[in-house]
């Protein structure tokens, strides 16, 4: 199967800083990438995603990065809040399936 | 508001007990997804349905099965030959297999005495 693999299980970071959560994937056919956010017992939500064609997109405080030659994806959270501590999946979709990293779990500290 | 609804949210079971988890969406899609989510594991898809009347198997379908008799719901039941059932089930859905992303519904919690 699919390897979607999460450098770095936990992160801490102090409210107001950026942070960086990254992402390697294995399958070199994936076009389709998402990063979710997960919050204790409830569903993952839909962060921000990004196809092959393109190796940049921005959102709302959030920016995901990819770099198809090192397969691998980045999610960047600007000016972090208490509120964005969860855990974030990275998944990618070749066209068969979605596959999904273990999770990072974010700390926001105050 | 369209959504993704999961129920029960929790659920108790005796060894030996099929049991049955529901997902209505009613955001039109197409394809209906369970996933199982353990700890420290990435989720893994149990089965899959791209349209009514027809469904797959994902990576760990042994011990699940499915029906998709309506384009809304997609019911997962988890059955005594499910070695470890206790675990993290979620439902999603999307427009289609290759098109946007999942919406995620909030979970069901299955916990086996």
């Known amino acids: 199967g699919e390897s979607v693999g999460l450098h770095l299980p936990t992160l801490s970071v102090q409210e107001g800083d950026n942070s960086i959560i990254n992402c390697a994937y294995s399958?070199?056919?994936?076009?389709?990438f998402i990063w979710y956010k997960q919050e204790s017992g409830k569903g993952p939500q839909f962060i921000i995603d990004?196809?092959?064609?393109?190796d940049k997109r921005q959102g709302q405080r959030v920016t995901v990065l990819l770099n198809k030659t090192v397969k691998h994806l980045s999610l960047q959270i600007a000016a972090t809040q208490p509120g964005d501590s969860a855990v974030y999946f990275c998944a990618e979709n070749s066209g068969n399936q979605f596959y999904f990293g273990t999770g990072t779990s974010l700390t926001v500290i105050p | 508001d369209g959504g993704i609804t999961q129920s029960p949210k929790y659920l108790f079971r005796k060894e030996g007990q099929n049991v049955t988890l529901s997902c209505e969406q009613n955001?039109?899609?197409?394809?209906m997804y369970w996933y199982r989510q353990d700890p420290g594991q990435g989720l893994r898809l149990i089965y899959y349905?791209?349209?009514?009347?027809?469904?797959q198997k994902g990576d760990i379908a042994e011990g699940y099965s499915v029906s998709r008799e309506k384009k809304e719901s997609f019911p997962l039941t988890v059955t005594s030959a499910q070695k470890n059932p206790t675990a993290f089930y979620l439902c999603a859905s999307s427009a289609g297999q290759r098109t946007g992303e999942l919406f995620f519904g909030e979970g069901s919690r299955l916990t086996v005495l």
């Open positions: 990004i196809r092959s064609n393109m």
């Open positions: 955001l039109n899609h197409d394809a």
């Open positions: 399958n070199s056919a994936s076009d389709y």
């Open positions: 349905s791209q349209i009514v009347n027809d469904f």
